[in-house]
């Protein structure tokens, strides 16, 4: 089955800890990116990546890190300098052109809360 | 103001109506756009891509209008499997999408 995997569905921490969300995709797509969705407002962009050992910062950054060793991983890490932590965490991939904006497809998503 | 915009809903309508949903985007420059499902507590999936000329796919047709800078999603003979809510998505970039934050639909019996 091909398909984006995220791991653990559900993720509970206490404050001052840093967490890491998996994401792996057997769809052999180049670009993998990652959400958070809060109640009431659309997806926001955290961190995206168009290659292997190649990463961008999105629109909210900021306490969040990544990496992209392998083609097919692209795990997210929320540290204690992330403010507000609790949130819905989508991975999603899609194969880049770069001429034109390709289709994403989520993974299942993370809900994490923090204590 | 918000880059893409859509009205929240809920937008309650009996099985067999026809709905339809606008969304508004602000960047000009934008190239691609679709629609996405999302069920409660679910991830987002494809609906379908939005093409300059209008498509459909079954029930569903969507529109793009680009000089008034808006696309919408119109849905025929709901079923109750379509309650969700639709996300319209517009690329701020080749490599960058902005979703918006949705609007409702509940169909009933």
């Known amino acids: 089955d091909g398909g984006i995997t995220q791991s653990p569905k559900y993720l509970f921490r206490k404050e001052g800890q840093n967490v890491t969300l998996s994401c792996e995709q057997n769809?052999?797509?180049?670009?993998m990116y990652w959400y958070r969705q809060d109640p009431g407002q659309g997806l926001r962009l955290i961190y995206y990546?168009?290659?292997?050992?190649?990463?961008q910062k999105g629109d909210i950054a900021e306490g969040y890190s990544v990496s992209r060793e392998k083609k097919e991983s692209f795990p997210l890490t929320v540290t204690s300098a992330q403010k507000n932590p609790t949130a819905f965490y989508l991975c999603?991939?899609?194969?880049?052109?770069?001429?034109?904006?390709?289709?994403?497809?989520f993974g299942p998503g993370t809900r994490l809360t923090v204590l | 103001r918000k880059e893409v915009e859509q009205d929240p809903g809920p937008f309650n309508v009996p099985e067999g109506a026809t709905v339809a949903f606008n969304c508004t985007y602000s960047?000009?420059?934008?190239?691609?756009f679709f629609w996405y499902r999302q069920d409660c507590r679910k991830e987002p999936k494809l609906l379908m891509s939005?093409?300059?000329s209008g498509n459909e796919d079954g029930r569903f047709t969507a529109q793009l209008n680009r000089a008034s800078q808006y696309i919408s999603l119109l849905i025929r003979d709901s079923k109750l499997s379509d309650s969700a809510t639709y996300l319209c998505?517009?690329?701020?970039?080749?490599?960058?999408?902005?979703f918006g934050t949705g609007t409702r639909l509940q169909v009933f019996p």
């Open positions: 999603a991939s899609s194969m880049t052109s770069r001429r034109t904006t390709d289709t994403q497809y």
């Open positions: 990546s168009q290659i292997v050992n190649d990463f």
């Open positions: 998505v517009v690329s701020r970039s080749t490599d960058k999408l902005i």
């Open positions: 769809l052999n797509h180049d670009a």
């Open positions: 960047n000009s420059a934008s190239q691609s």
């Open positions: 939005v093409y300059s």
